[in-house]
T-cell receptor
C-alpha cells in the first residue's frame, strides 16, 4: 500500500539558510499534518491543512510557513534557520477532515534536518 | 486542555515476559487515544486506537490496550515480549480522530534475551 512520502530524507543546512521540506500524502488523503521531533523529545504539532486551507496551527515559529497544493502535497518552508531547528520533521496524512471521525493519521518516515 | 502522561521513560523486560506501558490522559471531553511505535531512525507507526467503541482494543503485533475512563488510562500490553518489540512507544490523544495529536513523552522499551 502507498505510504506518505517525504523528501528529502536528510538535509544539512547552515545557520540563517532556508530549507524546504516536502510531503506527499497517501492518495485520496486530503488532510496533512506537520510535526517536529527534537532529539529525545516527543513530536510536537506544527500546522495542518485540509483541502488546501490551513486548518490548525500549533507551535510553529513565524520563520516557518507551509502550504498545501492542488495535488494535496504540502511544503514546509523554513527560513533564517537556527541551531535549535535541528530535528526530525514528520508529515502525516489522513482521509478524514480534521473535525470528523476517521481512522487516524499515517506518518511519513520524516526528514532529518541538521543545522550547523 | 488535553495532555498525555506516560509513566516511565524506559521499561526493560525479558523476552517472553509481559509488556506493560502506562499512559494516562486528561481531557475535558471524551478523547480519541492512540499508541504509536517508533523504531530507530524511522517514522511513527500506528499500533492501535480507541475511538469510543470497544474499550479493549487490539492492535498489530499482538499489542492491545484497554480504555478505563474511571482511571483516565489507556495502558498498552503484550503478553509475551519479542526482541523485535524493542522501540520507542508514544501514547497520543486527540479530541477527534482527524485532529492534531498530542503526544506523551514516550517510553523506550528494551527487551533482554
Amino acid at each position: 500500500a502507498a505510504g506518505v512520502i517525504q523528501s528529502p530524507r536528510h538535509l544539512i543546512k547552515e545557520k540563517r539558510e532556508t530549507a524546504t521540506l516536502k510531503c506527499y500524502p497517501i492518495p485520496r488523503h486530503d488532510t496533512v499534518y506537520w510535526y517536529q521531533q527534537g532529539p529525545g523529545q516527543d513530536p510536537q504539532f506544527l500546522i495542518s491543512f485540509y483541502e488546501k486551507m490551513q486548518s490548525d496551527k500549533g507551535s510553529i515559529p513565524d520563520r516557518f510557513s507551509a502550504q498545501q497544493f492542488s495535488d494535496y502535497h504540502s511544503e514546509l518552508n523554513m527560513s533564517s534557520l537556527e541551531l535549535g531547528d535541528s530535528a526530525l520533521y514528520f508529515c502525516a496524512s489522513s482521509h478524514d477532515p480534521p473535525r470528523l471521525a476517521g481512522v487516524g493519521q499515517f506518518f511519513g518516515p520524516g526528514t532529518r534536518l541538521t543545522v550547523l | 486542555a488535553q495532555s498525555v502522561t506516560q509513566l516511565g521513560s524506559h521499561v526493560s523486560v525479558s523476552e517472553g515476559a509481559l509488556v506493560l506501558l502506562r499512559c494516562n490522559y486528561s481531557s475535558s471531553v471524551p478523547p480519541y487515544l492512540f499508541w504509536y511505535v517508533q523504531y530507530p531512525n524511522q517514522g511513527l507507526q500506528l499500533l492501535l486506537k480507541y475511538t469510543s467503541a470497544a474499550t479493549l482494543v487490539k492492535g498489530i503485533n499482538g499489542f492491545e490496550a484497554e480504555f478505563k475512563k474511571s482511571e483516565t488510562s489507556f495502558h498498552l500490553t503484550k503478553p509475551s515480549a519479542h526482541m523485535s518489540d524493542a522501540a520507542e512507544y508514544f501514547c497520543a490523544v486527540s479530541l477527534n480522530q482527524g485532529g492534531k495529536l498530542i503526544f506523551g513523552q514516550g517510553t523506550e522499551l528494551s527487551v533482554k534475551p
